[in-house]
């Protein structure tokens, strides 16, 4: 069974920075795709990031390009999510996702990911 835990979410102000995690277990996913999601108040689940195991290639939204950044670590089956010079509209629920087999690109519909975590709260204050 796929497993994915994320961890890391908090209170911080505008401005700061956070580190999100997220822990996948119950396979390999040397071949997969990796991703964050995030889910604000009364908006629809929106993409933020992945990054591709096979080559490490990565792509963001262009809300959080130049802020964020995703990165793997493949012998924790770990994904993280640093987030830099946070804003007020970066608060939501982040979520992190699995696309258990690569296609050859990253794909930002969330409906191509087959495993999702339950969530981190991200609150952000001015």
């Known amino acids: 069974q796929v497993l994915l835990v994320e961890s890391g979410g908090g209170l911080v102000q505008a401005g700061d920075s956070l580190r999100l995690s997220c822990v996948a277990s119950?396979?390999?996913?040397?071949?997969?795709?990796l991703g964050w999601f995030r889910q604000a108040p009364g908006k629809e689940r929106e993409f933020v990031a992945a990054i591709r195991s096979i080559d490490g290639t990565t792509d963001y939204s262009d809300s959080v390009k130049g802020r964020f950044t995703i990165s793997r670590d493949a012998a924790k089956n770990t994904v993280y999510l640093q987030m830099n010079s946070l804003k007020l509209e970066d608060a939501a629920v982040y979520y992190c996702a699995v696309q258990l087999k690569d296609y050859g690109a990253i794909n930002t519909r969330e409906n191509r990911y087959e495993v999702w975590g339950p969530g981190t709260q991200v609150t952000v204050s001015s």
């Open positions: 119950g396979r390999s996913f040397n071949r997969s795709i």
